[in-house]
T-cell receptor
Framework: AQSVTQPDIHITVSEGASLELRCNYS??????LFWYVQSPGQGLQLLLK??????LVQGIKGFEAEFKRSQSSFNLRKPSVHWSDAAEYFC????????????FGTGTRLKVLA | NAGVTQTPKFRILKIGQSMTLQCTQD?????MYWYRQDPGMGLKLIYY???????DKGEVPNGYNVSRSTTEDFPLRLELAAPSQTSVYFC????????????FGAGTRLSVL
């Protein structure tokens, strides 16, 4: 069955510390991969995406993610977290054809300590 | 550049009432989606549409209906609202030529009491 797993429900880091949010997926073939961020009371904003090619992708707000085919993972990283990064982060996989539906992970809520 | 617009932002319904959540996009996207978001559950797909006049069920369609008479609009209808439909609803749109990146509205927070 197709699925996306974000094993960490909550993560707390200190401002300035590095961050890694984990995402693993189960899918028949390599899908399109996405990370979205949701600030409180807001909709989802695309952080970054992977379609093909270079497995390290850069996104907005200083985030990057690395696709590892052998581990079916697409982890999100940031070298130095800012207080404004506190939000909920969703990993999603998307079909590469047909109806292009997404499957979302359950999200990781990030708290940043001053 | 409005993108995806959802109305209303908040609504409280009584059990058994009905309502329509509105979604409109100005990006000429073929594909549109409705999701519900419940705490700790991520987003679940309710219905989607690949073009005007074409809709299909997603993962959790029971209790909802949709229509797609124009490219721009994709309303979600709740008939006989139930407490289990208390949730945050998101509409999204995408275009296959853009690798189907989905763009989301700001959401509608619905409470059924």
């Amino acid at each position: 069955a197709q699925s996306v797993t974000q094993p960490d429900i909550h993560i707390t880091v200190s401002e300035g510390a590095s961050l890694e949010l984990r995402c693993n997926y189960s899918y028949g073939a390599t899908p399109y991969l996405f990370w979205y961020v949701q600030s409180p009371g807001q909709g989802l904003q695309l952080l970054l995406k992977y379609f093909s090619g270079d497995t390290l992708v850069q996104g907005i707000k200083g985030f990057e993610a690395e696709f590892k085919r052998s581990q079916s993972s697409f982890n999100l990283r940031k070298p130095s977290v800012h207080w404004s990064d506190a939000a909920e982060y969703f990993c999603a996989v998307g079909a590469t054809s047909g109806t292009y539906k997404y499957i979302f992970g359950t999200g990781t809520r990030l708290k940043v300590l001053a | 550049n409005a993108g995806v617009t959802q109305t209303p932002k908040f609504r409280i319904l009584k059990i058994g009432q009905s309502m329509t959540l509105q979604c409109t996009q100005d990006m000429n996207h073929n594909y549109m989606y409705w999701y519900r978001q419940d705490p700790g559950m991520g987003l679940k797909l309710i219905y989607y549409s690949v073009g005007a006049g074409i809709t299909d069920k997603g993962e959790v369609p029971n209790g909802y209906n949709v229509s797609r008479s124009t490219t721009e609009d994709f309303p979600l209808r709740l008939e006989l609202a139930a407490p289990s439909q208390t949730s945050v609803y998101f509409c999204a749109s995408s275009y296959p030529g853009d690798k189907n990146i989905q763009y989301f509205g700001a959401g509608t927070r619905l409470s059924v009491l």
